[in-house]
């Protein structure tokens, strides 16, 4: 039987990045599969964003998309309940992002935090671009080309939500008025089923703050495949365990005698992620007297993080040794995600007077 509630919907992406590692999974992945039956949600891979640092070499793009789409499906996002697809392939995105380029002032793009933070602290690339400037613009389209409610972030992407909101406000302010009888985007949700429409051709989206939980590395920073700190959702068994030996712990337990401090470990911090109770009371107690060893405690944490991997890579599998079936739910979500867009697009160039169809000159009715 067809849905009949209305579902807000949520709008989020990744960059291709390839392979996705455990804190891509906490930080965002985790929480999107739980969303899957609160929103109607849109996932996209975000190639064109990758594209605003990584220009240089694209060799890697499609088959790191394809990549970051496995992790996905093996962390238990289902094409049944989300619409999944790439970014490149709704070249609508591409199409809202220059008309929203028009009216977006430059001084809202030069104070984006991340704008000024990103090009003092990546030397190595060449970020003086008029890509990387706009990529904000780019998001606001990604966003507001499907309507979004709700944008799930971490807390350093807020600001970027806010210009998305400021910008369709002065879209909104421009141009939006009555329309004319083209469908909107939102007329339909996930499953194609009519919903009733605004008014407002934009309606600014909200952020969703995702509880930051923040994942240490084996070098004890923020985990990163940059920092070659990374556990990655794909790594076997025994290479997880390998990886957690190393792991970096509390200083002060210099030896197995002294006693130490799970609150200050970065072993610590992923017990208090995917331990249960029991495994963390053995580990409050044991490290601060002294009663367990660090290879003891490392041991029960590669026991609970293997435990959620196991089967994100059994399910990971499926489409492993049939890419093609992988391929195929990005095809069918892509149309999904046009079909979205495009009736969006419709009503844009509607609304700015770019429409497609015939209109007889304004000069002639007299
Ligand atoms: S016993 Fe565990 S929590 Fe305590 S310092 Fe060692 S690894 Fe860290």
């Known amino acids: 039987m067809a849905e009949t509630s209305i579902r807000k919907r949520v709008l989020s992406g ?8 455990l804190g891509n999974y906490v930080g965002a992945l985790e929480n999107w599969v739980r969303m899957q039956d609160q929103y109607d949600c849109f996932f ?30 093996a962390a238990g996002l289902d094409p049944a ?29 030069e104070r984006v935090p991340t704008y000024k933070e990103q090009k003092e602290n990546i030397k190595e690339k060449d970020l003086g671009t008029y890509g990387f400037l706009g990529y904000p613009v780019l998001q606001a389209a990604d966003i507001l080309i499907y309507k979004a409610d ?7 992407q807020v600001a970027h939500v806010e210009l998305t909101r400021e910008i369709a406000r002065r879209f909104n302010g421009f141009y939006a ?20 429409r605004g008014r407002e051709i934009f309606p600014e989206p909200q952020a969703l703050l995702t509880p930051a939980a923040r994942l240490p590395g084996t070098d004890g920073r923020k985990m990163s495949k940059s920092y070659g700190n990374a556990i990655m959702l794909t790594d076997p068994e025994p290479v ?55 290879i003891e405690c490392k041991g029960w944490v590669a026991d609970a993080i293997v435990k959620v991997l196991n089967p994100m890579q059994e399910r990971r599998k499926k489409y492993e040794d049939n890419p093609r079936l992988a391929w195929d739910i990005l095809e069918a979500g892509s149309a999904r995600a ?3 867009a495009g009736a969006t697009m419709d009503e844009v160039r509607d609304a700015m007077s770019i429409s497609l169809g015939y209109e007889p000159p304004r000069s002639s009715s007299k």
């Open 240 to 294: 997880v365990r390998q990886k957690l030996k190393t792991m970096v712990t509390d200083p002060a337990r210099v030896r197995r005698s002294d006693p130490g401090n799970p609150d200050v470990c970065p072993v610590g911090d992923l017990h208090k992620i995917f331990s249960n109770k029991e495994t963390m009371a053995k580990v409050n107690e044991g490290c601060r007297s002294a009663g367990i060893g660090c």
């Open 14 to 21: 990744m960059r291709s990045t390839g392979k996705l590692h």
């Open 150 to 156: 709700c944008v799930p972030v971490g807390e350093d």
């Open 177 to 196: 008025g009555p329309v004319a009888s083209v469908s909107l985007a939102r007329d339909f949700d996930v499953s194609g089923i009519n919903l009733p």
């Open 81 to 109: 309940r989300c619409v999944m697809f790439i970014q490149s392939h709704v070249p609508a995105h591409a199409e809202l992002h220059l008309l929203l380029s028009m009216i977006t002032p430059l001084g809202w793009l």
């Open 44 to 73: 996209f891979i975000a190639d064109w964003h990758a594209l605003t640092t990584d220009y240089a070499d694209t060799s890697m793009l499609k088959e790191n998309s394809v990549d970051v789409l496995l992790d996905w499906l």
């Open 338 to 340: 046009r079909h979205v």
